[in-house]
């Protein structure tokens, strides 16, 4: 069974910075898909990072490009998103997802819906 274990996340003020991290087993990290998805209130799960195991599979959004780096740490199993410049837009519940890859790429990275896998969340708010 996958377990994604989330950490990381809180509270901050507008152009603040946070990291949010994302573990999984060796298995899982090695052999799937894993990234960030958010929700505001009120609106639909939309896809913030991701990566696969291949060095260059790394799959920002355009509300993230230039402040949201995503990354991987081989040593701990996990993935790693490092949020800067942080806008109250930011605003969401941020979960991280994983689906299986047999190639190290992401295909269709940002269609939650391909996703097999959930972590339970962990809120991040952004101050004016």
């Known amino acids: 069974q996958v377990q994604l274990v989330e950490s990381g996340g809180g509270s901050v003020q507008a152009g603040g910075s946070l990291r949010l991290s994302c573990a999984a087993s060796e298995y899982t990290y090695r052999s799937h898909c894993i990234g960030w998805f958010r929700q505001a209130p009120g609106k639909e799960r939309e896809g913030v990072a991701l990566t696969g195991s291949a060095d260059d599979a790394r799959y920002t959004a355009v509300s993230g490009k230039g402040r949201f780096t995503i990354s991987r740490d081989n040593a701990k199993n996990t993935v790693n998103l490092q949020m800067t410049s942080l806008k109250p837009e930011d605003t969401a519940m941020y979960y991280c997802?994983?689906?299986?890859?047999?190639?190290?790429?992401?295909?269709?990275?940002?269609?939650?819906?391909?996703?097999?896998?959930w972590g339970q969340g962990t809120q991040v708010t952004v101050s004016s």
């Open positions: 997802a994983a689906k299986p890859s047999t190639t190290g790429y992401c295909r269709f990275p940002f269609d939650e819906r391909t996703y097999n896998y």
